[in-house]
């Protein structure tokens, strides 16, 4: 089972993405963890407008704090370099 596993590329991506992403949710802010948990945890799957709306922001708003989100993502997936 183990050979098979190391062997399977897209098992290994899924994997590396995994890490990559408990990466990123070490380093995310109170905030960012419950925005976070809101969209990709929850079983109710909220939008961003849906989103925006329970925390009383502008879907502006929501969308810059995504984007902040999404660029944990990408570094610890070295997709881009930290600032």
């Known amino acids: 089972m183990t050979i098979k596993k190391d062997e399977d590329k897209e098992l290994q991506r899924l994997f590396n993405l995994k890490d990559d992403c408990e990466r990123a949710i070490d380093k995310m802010s109170d905030e960012q963890l419950m925005i ?37 993502l990408a570094i610890e997936k070295g997709l881009i370099s930290p600032e």
């Open 36 to 72: 976070y948990n809101m969209r990709f945890v929850n079983s109710d799957y909220l939008g961003w407008r849906e989103i925006a709306d329970r925390l009383n922001y502008s879907v502006s708003t929501i969308y810059d704090k995504r984007y902040k989100l999404l660029s944990l």
